[in-house]
């Protein structure tokens, strides 16, 4: 290692902080709000504008066939690749740039990109908008400080990530933009804390159930059967018996908060008999539809997972001659972990201890992000999140991100690139 190098490269992150936090700011003031995915080809085109001036080349992907994208929300992605000495090894940076809805609660204007107390304030200032700002900016660091890289830097920004990703980073790599035999290394500047780096996340089992009755006066409830108490013996059902078996089951995965290394089940939504706010007629419902949210262990084998469910309904249907069911499946995300001793593990350990003097904390993350699609669609299993910002804070009101966790992430980043192309 040369450390006047990594000096040098840490001096220009420095240098270049007030463009960094300019950089962030501006992103924040487009409201790419998803659902429906607003502004997405405004912003795309201010982080390709910002790649072609920091010597990328800058190509723009339209995810035209997917049927969330439209001509009033054009799903557009937009990738930069700058070449060092050799193609590989080729270390690929990737954020999100969709944000979820504001919310209510706010005490600073949601899009104003406020910077203030040594804070970008914002929602998606920290997730994960600071996160792209510290990617641009490494690389831009790098190259200030005349370092020729050996190997290629690719950073992407990419939409719907919020929504699952399918026409972001699933759709680069169902396209072959990111590939295994194109990319060795991402790291995804989620906002996980600056100290920690996130291998990976549980599962995800969505699913609908709908219980079936007969319609009858609702005089006379005797004489229907109502769809509504169905569904009410399923959650009972779940709270009683369900519920504490996935309680027990720990993953050995260090998922953090730590109440979140347990199985989990959450009811999304319900909705049965007639629309609460139409005109009501006396009827027995006949009809009521759930969707839940199963997350699931990478221990659990997901066949296990979805029987689980099933068995559950077939219990009731044994004791409740009229009991009818549907079970329906709505989306089914796999966990993920990185490989043990994985070199981007290893580089961005290298990098926070280097940069922060702590040991990195490995940990994973309660819910999903982008790095199913590296793992699973492009092959790329040599993926982390790493990036500025306090988990906490993502999609809470008055998100914000300290400034001086921009700029440390920023040199962790920078020095984990050097290490993985071999340019240190
Ligand atoms: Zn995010």
Same mark, same amino acid.
């Given at each position: 290692? =040369?450390?006047?190098?990594?000096?040098?490269?840490?001096?220009?992150?420095?240098?270049?902080?007030?463009?960094?936090?300019?950089?962030?700011?501006?992103?924040?003031?487009?409201?790419?709000? @998803?659902?429906?995915?607003?502004?997405?080809?405004?912003?795309?085109?201010?982080?390709?504008?910002?790649?072609?001036?920091?010597?990328?080349?800058? &190509?723009?992907?339209?995810?035209?066939?997917? #049927?969330?994208?439209?001509?009033?929300?054009?799903?557009?992605?937009?990738?930069?690749?700058?070449?060092?000495?050799?193609?590989?090894?080729?270390?690929?940076?990737?954020?999100?740039?969709?944000?979820?809805?504001?919310?209510?609660?706010?005490? =600073?204007?949601?899009?104003?990109?406020?910077?203030?107390?040594?804070?970008?304030?914002?929602?998606?200032?920290?997730?994960?908008?600071?996160?792209?700002?510290?990617?641009?900016?490494?690389?831009?660091?790098?190259?200030?400080?005349? =370092?020729?890289?050996?190997?290629?830097?690719?950073?992407?920004?990419? $939409?719907?990530?919020?929504?699952?990703?399918?026409? %972001?980073?699933?759709?680069?790599?169902?396209? %072959?933009?990111?590939?295994?035999?194109?990319?060795?290394?991402?790291?995804?500047?989620?906002?996980?804390?600056?100290?920690?780096?996130?291998?990976?996340?549980?599962?995800?089992?969505?699913?609908?159930?709908?219980?079936?009755?007969?319609?009858?006066?609702?005089?006379?409830?005797?004489?229907? *059967?109502?769809?509504?108490?169905?569904?009410?013996? $399923?959650?009972?059902?779940?709270?009683?018996?369900?519920?504490?078996?996935?309680?027990?089951?720990?993953?050995?995965?260090?998922?953090?908060?730590?109440? !979140?290394?347990?199985?989990?089940?959450?009811?999304?939504?319900?909705?049965?008999?007639?629309?609460?706010?139409?005109?009501?007629?006396?009827?027995?419902?006949?009809?009521?539809?759930?969707?839940?949210?199963?997350?699931?262990?990478?221990?659990?084998?997901? &066949?296990?997972?979805?029987?689980?469910?099933?068995?559950?309904?077939?219990?009731?249907?044994?004791?409740?001659?009229?009991?009818?069911?549907?079970?329906?499946?709505?989306?089914?995300?796999?966990?993920?972990?990185?490989?043990?001793?994985?070199?981007?593990?290893?580089?961005?350990?290298?990098?926070?201890?280097? =940069?922060?003097?702590?040991?990195?904390?490995?940990?994973?993350?309660?819910?999903?992000?982008?790095?199913?699609?590296?793992?699973?669609? !492009?092959? *790329? #299993?040599?993926?982390?999140?790493?990036? #500025?910002?306090?988990?906490?804070?993502?999609?809470?009101?008055?998100?914000?991100?300290?400034?001086?966790?921009?700029? @440390?992430?920023?040199?962790?980043?920078?020095?984990?690139?050097?290490?993985?192309?071999?340019?240190?």
């Amino acid at each position: 290692m =040369v450390p006047q190098l990594v000096d040098r490269v840490f001096d220009c992150v420095d240098s270049l902080a007030g463009e960094a936090v300019a950089f962030a700011s501006n992103l924040v003031r487009i409201p790419t709000v @998803n659902p429906p995915g607003d502004f997405y080809p405004d912003c795309a085109r201010l982080i390709g504008h910002t790649l072609a001036t920091f010597g990328f080349e800058v &190509e723009y992907h339209t995810a035209g066939d997917r #049927p969330e994208h439209n001509a009033g929300h054009p799903r557009v992605n937009v990738v930069g690749t700058r070449r060092g000495r050799a193609a590989h090894p080729l270390v690929h940076l990737n954020g999100h740039f969709d944000v979820v809805p504001a919310g209510a609660g706010w005490t =600073v204007e949601p899009f104003g990109g406020n910077v203030r107390n040594g804070r970008i304030w914002g929602r998606g200032a920290c997730d994960m908008k600071a996160g792209l700002a510290a990617a641009v900016f490494a690389a831009e660091a790098i190259r200030r400080a005349g =370092v020729d890289l050996s190997g290629t830097i690719e950073i992407s920004g990419t $939409v719907d990530e919020e929504s699952g990703g399918f026409a %972001g980073i699933a759709w680069l790599a169902e396209q %072959g933009r990111i590939s295994a035999a194109r990319t060795d290394f991402a790291i995804i500047p989620e906002p996980l804390g600056v100290d920690r780096i996130a291998i990976g996340h549980r599962g995800v089992y969505w699913f609908e159930i709908e219980t079936r009755g007969r319609i009858a006066h609702g005089s006379m409830p005797f004489q229907g *059967v109502n769809a509504v108490s169905h569904m009410s013996t $399923v959650i009972e059902a779940m709270r009683r018996h369900l519920e504490p078996q996935l309680a027990a089951r720990v993953t050995g995965m260090p998922v953090v908060p730590e109440a !979140a290394r347990y199985a989990t089940l959450n009811i999304n939504a319900i909705a049965g008999g007639q629309p609460i706010d139409g005109i009501q007629t006396p009827c027995v419902a006949d009809r009521c539809r759930a969707v839940f949210d199963r997350r699931y262990l990478i221990e659990e084998p997901f &066949e296990d997972v979805r029987e689980e469910i099933g068995a559950l309904l077939e219990g009731i249907a044994a004791t409740r001659p009229d009991f009818e069911y549907a079970l329906r499946d709505l989306l089914v995300v796999p966990p993920t972990r990185t490989p043990d001793d994985s070199p981007v593990t290893t580089a961005l350990e290298n990098a926070i201890a280097r =940069v922060l003097d702590v040991p990195a904390t490995l940990v994973a993350s309660p819910g999903t992000y982008d790095q199913k699609h590296f793992a699973r669609i !492009a092959g *790329v #299993p040599h993926c982390v999140a790493y990036g #500025p910002g306090i988990l906490d804070l993502a999609h809470q009101p008055d998100e914000y991100c300290e400034i001086s966790d921009l700029v @440390n992430a920023t040199k962790v980043i920078a020095h984990g690139v050097l290490e993985l192309t071999g340019s240190l």
